[in-house]
């Protein structure tokens, strides 16, 4: 079992809809929880970080975080072409300054 | 903009060449991480760094060796190349907020022939 997991998509949706993006992890004891978006051929962008339970909302990214299910979720409101990259889920490992990374899942937004 | 440089940007060598790659920050974060990203993996650790002169090794660690003699430098070295370290590979650092995030450079890009 991967200590992260994200569908690798890619996920595709119509501009203007909400984009459902999902990861799971493994690691219990996990405090910190991240969703980095990734254009093709740069470097990844931290969008937002989550450390408790419920819901957390900037602009149109909102995050999600149930502990007790081990899952972490993105959605992004009002899709825009512009949203199109890969976003990876990102997790602190119990112990250490240390993260550990999904493969990704690719959005694209459809004019 | 976490004040990190990268360089090469882009390296081609040959197997079997020692090959190493400089992270650089300006702003004095503790610590500093050293990735590689191939399709399907996703970004794996290789090495990382809590101090001067002090490094450990992440999950990806074989064939690869760090130095950190000074706070705004991570060096990677990959002492004899092999086609298999062909990747992209990327530094980070940890912001100062106690918070966990990771900021990253802009990437190396080595191909190994």
């Known amino acids: 079992q991967k200590e992260v997991e994200q569908n690798s998509g890619p996920l595709s949706v119509p501009e203007g809809a909400i984009a459902s993006l999902n990861c799971t992890y493994s690691?219990?004891?996990?405090?910190?929880f991240f969703w980095y978006r990734q254009y093709s051929g740069k470097s990844p962008e931290l969008i937002m970080s989550i450390y408790s339970n419920g819901d957390k909302e900037d602009g149109r990214f909102t995050a999600q975080l149930n502990k007790a299910s081990q899952y972490v979720s993105l959605l992004i409101r009002d899709s825009q072409p512009s949203d199109s990259a890969t976003y990876l889920c990102?997790?602190?490992?119990?112990?250490?300054?240390?993260?550990?990374f999904g493969a990704g899942t690719i959005l694209r937004v459809k004019s | 903009d976490a004040g990190i440089t990268q360089s090469p940007r882009h390296k081609v060598t040959e197997t079997g060449t020692p090959v190493t790659l400089r992270c650089h920050q300006t702003e004095n974060h503790r610590y500093m991480y050293w990735y590689r990203q191939d399709p399907g993996h996703g970004l794996r650790l290789i090495h990382y760094s809590y101090g001067v002169k002090d490094t450990d090794k992440g999950e990806v660690s074989d064939g690869y060796s760090v130095s950190r003699s000074k706070t705004e430098d991570f060096l990677l070295t990959l002492e004899s190349a092999t086609s298999s370290q062909t990747s992209v590979y990327f530094c980070a650092i940890m912001g100062t907020s106690g918070s966990n995030e990771q900021f990253f450079g802009p990437g190396t890009r080595l191909t190994v022939l």
């Open positions: 990102a997790v602190n490992k119990e112990y250490g300054n240390k993260l550990v």
């Open positions: 690691d219990r004891g996990s405090q910190s």
